[in-house]
DNA sequence: CGCAGGATTGATATCAATCAATAACGGTGG
DNA sequence: CCACCGTTATTGATTGATATCAATCCTGCG
């Protein structure tokens, strides 16, 4: 019955779509990585007329919410973000990290009600979808519908792994591991520089990603830097010793190839 | 490290798949359960053609490897299963169960690669379907296609709430929680009878499935015959007090309305 | 300067894992 | 028919991991 810090409690109650869009799908902010796929003309096309603005969220802001239907569906863009979902009682369950390329609010275009929601741990921006029109999506390129099929099926593979770890693994394995996780994802976004990264998540979060409480997860960090597996300080993060802390988490590579987005 | 009684680990290999065909769609066993929706006859056309076969399992028998790809994916038609993972030590992580009308093996289909095994508690009947030939149903049958993302987000959903319960709550609401999930599902596809169900999973099962050990499993499930809420022997399971286990494990009942299958 | 959010540390409590044994049951082979 | 064995369930004793409670500290920021 811990406290979330107000910072992670929503600000923005149900945000407007904003209206301003500084990028057509030509010059999509996630062209250019490796791990994306390329689109056809065609495909570029309709996702331009699909696409209906772009989002703005700033740090800590509500992207969706637990309960209702949204009208949106979206494409994170830039930032980072949460999924999750609280109990009754106040405790939070962090179920994945959101990066650029995820697409955020598919249950509630597919499924009708969001069953957990979504915060913005830095200011974000989001491409928007509307809910109702996915139909002409299904209907008219079914190249990109089996990519929502795709983009749905990897949601799930993730948090497999999630599960297993929280369920199986031991607090020193599962934070390893979620280090390793969060680091390889941002990687292939290019947001890392060799083995650092600037981390814009705390303590707190580990904590609620993986069940284990705030003080836990601060002795079992502190005791992996001591053991020089890891650096953490500030923001800054570094994977000191790769190949020991691969090995403590019982890290097997992703086998990520290309992925689609919207 | 505790040892998975050999039952559960696969007997077949890797299955072939079986010929025969009992059944063609329009007298799919699982129409008529009023959750599942019903077809248009070009759906059933088509999906009778889609079809390559049926594959029965045995009791204690696999369906799918981790590891590997697989050149089917397939709906369950009858009996239960588990979906799960293994860590190197042997631990097993259940990541949910298998019930008739179920898609397994959509990972492979669409990511190429099978990150968990499924394998069959009671004897089981499939649906096969061709890995190879999905990209057809996406651009023939949009409807269809749709329906698999439905189920790809469905899925997702009760991952997110198992996730959310193994991480934050005890092991008496977890078995409670758990046992209502699973209870829910069941009846959906008329395998109750009032609050009775005969139960084919273990004590093992649970506790693999929530995390937690088998003897502390046994104590809860105990504790919670002990106070009237739950009667449970051989096979034969019962909700004894259904407000008093659904509160105790912070239930809320599911948003379940018609779900699609293939 | 003072404050809030975040990190850290020590002491203690508790839940759940582990170790160990036994019991009930069904199946199997001699 | 009985002895044996594996699976599942059960119980007691003990250990261990992690939570909880309570301070303190640090740092960036208004």
């Known amino acids: 019955m811990r406290a979330v810090p107000k910072t992670d409690l929503g600000k923005n109650p149900m945000p407007t779509a904003s209206s301003a869009r500084q990028f ?5 902010p996630l062209r250019g990585f ?3 796929r390329n689109f056809s003309a065609e495909e570029v096309k309709f996702l331009n007329r699909f696409k209906v603005g772009e989002l703005k969220v700033e740090a800590g802001g509500a992207v ?4 209702g239907p949204s009208p949106h569906f979206y494409t994170v863009l830039t930032g ?3 999924r999750y979902k609280m109990l009754e009682d106040g405790q ?7 990066l650029p390329g995820d697409l955020v609010g598919l249950q509630s275009a597919v499924l009708h009600d969001m069953q957990h929601s979504v915060s913005a741990l830095t200011d974000m921006l989001f491409c928007v979808f509307e809910r109702r029109r996915i139909w002409e999506l299904y209907s008219k390129q079914p190249s990109l519908a089996f990519d929502v099929t795709w983009l749905a099926a990897r ?3 993730m948090l497999d792994e999630h599960l297993l770890s929280v369920g199986q693994r031991g607090a ?6 979620f280090l390793l996780f969060v680091f390889a994802r941002a990687r292939d976004r290019g947001l890392t520089r060799g083995n650092s990264i600037n981390l814009p998540i705390t303590q707190q979060h580990i904590a609620d990603t993986l069940g284990l409480s705030l003080v836990h997860t601060n002795r079992i960090l502190n005791q992996l830097s001591r053991r020089g597996l890891i650096k953490w300080e500030n923001r800054q993060f570094r994977i000191a010793d790769r190949p020991n802390l691969e090995d403590l988490a019982g890290w097997r590579p992703p086998p990520d190839r290309e992925r689609p987005y919207l």
Chains 1, 2 share one sequence.
């Not at 057509?24 to 999509?28: A, D, H």
């Not at 969706?64 to 309960?67: D, F, S, T, Y």
């Not at 939070?92 to 959101?98: A, E, K, P, S, V």
């Open 80 to 82: 980072w973000g949460i």
């Open 24 to 28: 057509p799908c030509e010059r999509c």
């Open 92 to 98: 939070r369950q962090i179920l994945n990290i959101c």
């Open 155 to 157: 949601e799930e593979q």
């Open 64 to 67: 969706l919410n637990e309960g």
């Open 34 to 36: 490796d791990i994306f």
């Open 172 to 177: 020193k394995e599962r934070i390893s591991y």
